[in-house]
């Protein structure tokens, strides 16, 4: 039996059993974020284009499930696949791939990415500026090798110490695993 090709304005299942249009789903997925511009109910080639064409914008993020999405999924700074159903080549291509086929925490992987490399970067600016302070302390015969380099040591442990802020903690009662577990029974 000849496959079909099916257009992404058709209305398709989800996860669910429900029915929905990607239009109004990719609208959902970026409500709250700051988003240029959502391109959807596109064919494969125009996917690919659109986000060629974005690119030299800015970043472009890409999200698919089918194998037709594997171009563009590519083709974008960050491509995230749908995996639990969707094909291999699309979770080949993507950078990130969703072990549900749920969009809902999206919005939440992406705040979470921000204040993760907004972290990362507090801990090299006060690496570097902690460890100058430290050498224009050493340099200048106010602080002995010895001091200088458990000094440094604490430099280092605290900036790490810092870091683990990206695992976050518990919230509304529950560790972020649990509240992961009670969203995707």
């Known amino acids: 039996m000849p496959s079909r090709p099916v257009r992404p304005d058709t209305r398709q299942p989800n996860a669910s059993g429900s029915v929905w249009r990607a239009r109004a789903v990719a609208e959902a997925l970026v409500a709250g974020l700051s988003v240029d511009a959502v ?3 596109l064919d494969p080639p125009a996917k690919t284009h659109t986000v060629a064409a974005e690119r030299r914008n800015g970043p472009v993020m890409m999200v698919g499930d089918r194998v037709t999405d594997a171009p563009a999924l590519a083709a974008a700074d960050l491509g995230v696949a749908l995996g ?5 080549a699309a979770a ?3 950078d990130v791939v969703l072990i549900v086929d749920s969009l809902a925490s999206l919005p939440e992987a992406i ?3 921000r204040r993760a490399g907004a972290i990362a970067l507090q801990g090299v600016w006060a690496g570097i ?5 430290a050498m224009v302390a050493a340099a200048l015969g106010y602080l002995p090798p010895l001091q200088g380099a458990l000094l440094q040591e604490a430099i280092d442990d605290a900036v790490v110490l810092n870091a683990m802020r990206v695992l976050g903690g518990p919230r509304n009662g529950r560790a ?3 509240q992961a577990a009670m969203r995707h029974p």
């Open 176 to 178: 972020p695993a649990a």
């Open 129 to 133: 500026g902690l460890s100058l302070a």
């Open 84 to 88: 639990a159903r969707g094909a291999a």
């Open 39 to 41: 391109a959807a109910d």
């Open 92 to 94: 080949e291509a993507a």
């Open 111 to 113: 705040r979470i990415a």
